[in-house]
């Protein structure tokens, strides 16, 4: 082949490639402010969708009548525009679906049926296509219930539909005509406030009371759909979710939130404590972790700190006599220990050090013990300086926000720059992750890789619970103001995302029970199932900022009185 | 050298004198075939035979051409012209289905945002050097057959 044959060939492909290009993205892309098409009007009951009505302009009278049933809602979604589906691959057709936004279309002999993002959202089907479900990762529709869906619209199997009826995506505008509204409210960073985080937080505390059990057990994980509880159940969170209802109990002084972390503490002291050696330790399984033990300490420091119980001050000392036995010389911990044979395990997963490092810490104030303070120090040393060693580790982070939370708080009696510089770093890393709104997707403070997978509330909680006291220490040490003025934005971005996601009402209409869902956090704008620990990182990291907020401006009044 | 003139004086079966470039060529083919073996083979988590059966033949096709480069064999220019050529449409195969992924998703989602868009750019860029620089260069050095360049002669 000569040079100028090659060149024709490369430039002929680089041309068709162009306009293949071009005709894909034009081909495909929808209208988000089209021209009103038809619209389907629906009416909502406890959850269900009880009818549904598609005409060219308004919802008839005939069908506003029917929804004059008490608690009923009276949906609109306006189509705007509509698009082609690749139905070559069931991967291809998951993802060409955007989660929250777009609805399915399907039409066949005649017959037209619609999921309409409301329906997509009753059935939960968004992000639940193709993934890797171990660290619940999927993007796209469920293609298989969505064809079941609109087979039972269309009356024929869902191979049908595949087959045979033409699939499109629709965008559409939606609006409440009767009824509660369960429009996303409309909350940037500037109305992040200590009034309405105090809120926020009431609201996250009091789902929490509402859904714990008379055995100081809480609903794990509930799907806000159906009000069902999903089976499971995970120590550490339930130690993580009675600490926040301590806070949250401490901030709002409400004494049945406060009896609520009671409860939560005492079923942990009650039935899942034991021995572990010489020690006392949180756990009912033969293997322990410390990360249960740390969570369980952190909870029962904060109730014997703030009043709750103090009762609960012995637990406190033997736990963290527990943590102090599991720690290394270098500072680092062994985060198991093996009670059948009476040893601990030197093997390290992540989370559970950054939780003992803080629990120690917060121990002292119960304790006294300096032995505490000196192994939260040396802890925290270790993951500063030593733990997150290698070539490339200022583009790779893991997830630091025990570590960094750890890190802030001893700032004041031991500052360590190198661990605060770690703690700077990953939150640069987070912000340079930190989504902005895409079309027709409020994802504004959330974070990930784009626009394929809605964001997730436990994630954005878990950094601002570090960002607060990263924040507090960097001005401690001085740090640049710009570079305080992006975290301090990085943090108000991310808490206006969690307030329009909570259930504040929420969406209503999609809730069997929506007064028992009141004020819980679901997994993200898509996923309604609520777990425990989504409103407890995010309760705790509101508690944290209005607290700071409250603290900044006294100390700004504070300096303006003394001019 | 002019490759034409080189194989004018040449039979159809003796080998070309062999010269830096048939080990530069041999080498790089050797490398991609590696290349594209541990990709397909332990890179891609889950075995398609859309994918592997190609990559097979493609990564036969390399250590042929490889082999017949490095050693000097009478037939190495020969394979190395298909297997160039091979790779060349493989590339540009790849190339158009990434293209046009990333033109599906961008039209879909309407903004891939900066990591996705980077990301997507970056698979392109990786394509580009190993099957469509490479092989391009080295139709260009091994140049035409001997059989269509007695043909044009003749036909003069």
Redesign the interface.
């Known amino acids: 082949m000569t040079l100028r044959t090659l060149f024709r060939i490369l430039a002929a492909y680089t041309v068709a490639l162009l306009l293949i290009c071009v005709s894909l993205v034009l081909g495909v892309s929808l209208d988000l402010e089209g021209a009103p098409r038809e619209r389907i009007c629906s009416i909502w009951l406890e959850g269900r969708r009880i009818a549904r009505e598609v005409s060219p302009s308004d919802c008839s009278a005939e069908f506003r009548k029917k929804a004059a049933i008490s608690g009923a809602q009276l949906m609109e979604e306006v189509v705007v525009d509509e698009g082609p589906i690749l139905k070559i691959h069931p991967l291809v057709f998951a993802w060409s679906i955007v989660s929250g936004r777009d609805g399915i279309k399907a039409q066949y002999q005649g017959r037209t049926a619609y999921l309409t993002p409301s329906d997509l959202l009753a059935r939960q089907l968004y992000d639940r296509g193709p993934g890797v479900s171990a660290i619940e990762f999927q993007v796209g529709v469920d293609v298989e219930k969505v064809l079941v869906g609109l087979g039972d619209e269309l009356q024929i199997p869902p191979e049908e539909v595949l087959q045979k009826a033409k699939v499109t995506r629709f965008a559409s505008h939606r609006k409440f005509l009767t009824g509660e509204s369960g429009a996303v409210p409309s909350i940037g960073p500037d109305q992040v406030t200590v009034a309405t985080l105090t809120a926020s937080v009431g609201a996250a505390a009091h789902y929490l009371v509402r859904n714990q059990k008379p055995d100081g057990l809480f609903r794990y994980s509930v799907d806000a759909v159906t009000n069902e509880e999903l089976p499971g159940y995970n120590w550490p969170r339930h130690a993580g979710t009675t600490l926040f209802l301590a806070e949250a109990a401490r901030f709002l002084e409400e004494p049945a939130v406060a009896q609520a972390a009671r409860q939560g503490a005492t079923v942990l002291r009650e039935q899942f404590t034991g021995p572990c050696g010489a020690e006392v330790c949180v756990g009912d399984e033969p293997v322990v972790n410390v990360g249960s033990s740390s969570l369980a300490l952190l909870a029962y420091v904060e109730i014997v700190d703030s009043g709750i119980d103090p009762g609960f001050s012995g637990s406190v000392r033997q736990l963290a006599q527990f943590l102090r036995s599991q720690q290394r010389g270098d500072g680092e911990f062994r985060h198991f220990y093996d009670r059948n044979q009476r040893r601990s395990i030197d093997q390290q997963v992540p989370y559970y050090s950054g939780e003992a490092a803080l629990a120690l810490f917060r121990a002292f104030r119960v304790t006294h013990d300096p032995k505490d303070l000196d192994g939260a120090a040396r802890a925290v040393d270790y993951l500063g300086r030593r733990h997150w060693q290698f070539f490339g580790n200022r583009y790779y982070y893991a997830e630091e926000h025990w570590t960094c939370q750890a890190a802030g708080e001893l700032w004041e009696s031991h500052p360590n720059p190198q661990a605060l510089d770690l703690c700077l770093r990953w939150q640069a890393f987070n912000r340079a992750c930190q989504l902005e709104n895409y079309p027709g997707l409020p994802f504004d403070g959330g974070f990930g890789f784009g626009p394929f997978v809605q964001p997730r509330m436990a994630p954005v909680g878990s950094r601002v619970e570090a960002a607060v006291p990263t924040l507090i220490a960097a001005q401690a040490a001085g740090i640049d103001p710009v570079a305080l003025g992006n975290l301090d934005s990085q943090i108000r971005r991310s808490l206006a995302l969690v307030m329009r996601t909570q259930f504040i009402p929420g969406p209503t209409h999609l809730m069997g029970a929506p007064a028992v869902m009141n004020g819980g956090v679901p997994t993200s704008p898509v996923d309604l199932k609520i777990r425990i620990d989504m409103p407890q990182h995010v309760g705790s990291a509101m508690i944290r900022y209005a607290r700071y907020l409250s603290q900044s401006a006294r100390v700004s009044h504070a300096g303006g009185a003394g001019n | 050298m002019d490759s034409l003139a080189s194989e004018s004086t040449l039979s159809p079966t003796s080998a070309p004198a062999r010269d830096g470039r048939d080990l530069f060529f041999g080498a790089t083919n050797l490398t991609v075939a590696l290349a594209t073996g541990i990709g397909v083979f332990a890179g891609l988590p889950l075995r398609w035979w859309v994918v592997d059966i190609p990559s097979v033949l493609v990564i036969g096709s390399l250590l042929t051409a490889a082999g017949g480069l490095l050693s000097g064999a009478p037939w190495g220019h020969r394979v190395a012209r298909i297997t160039g050529t091979v790779q060349l449409l493989v590339g540009?195969v790849l190339?158009?289905l990434l293209?046009?992924s990333?033109?599906?998703?961008?039209?879909?989602?309407?903004?891939?945002?900066r990591?996705?868009a980077l990301?997507m750019g970056l698979i392109v860029l990786l394509v580009v050097p190993y099957f469509?620089v490479l092989p391009?260069a080295q139709?260009?050095w091994?140049?035409?057959s001997l059989r269509s360049s007695k043909g044009k002669r003749d036909g003069v």
């Open positions: 540009l190339v158009t293209s046009s990333v033109s599906y998703l961008w039209g879909t989602y309407g903004a891939v945002g990591g996705g990301v469509i391009a139709l260009v091994i140049g035409p």
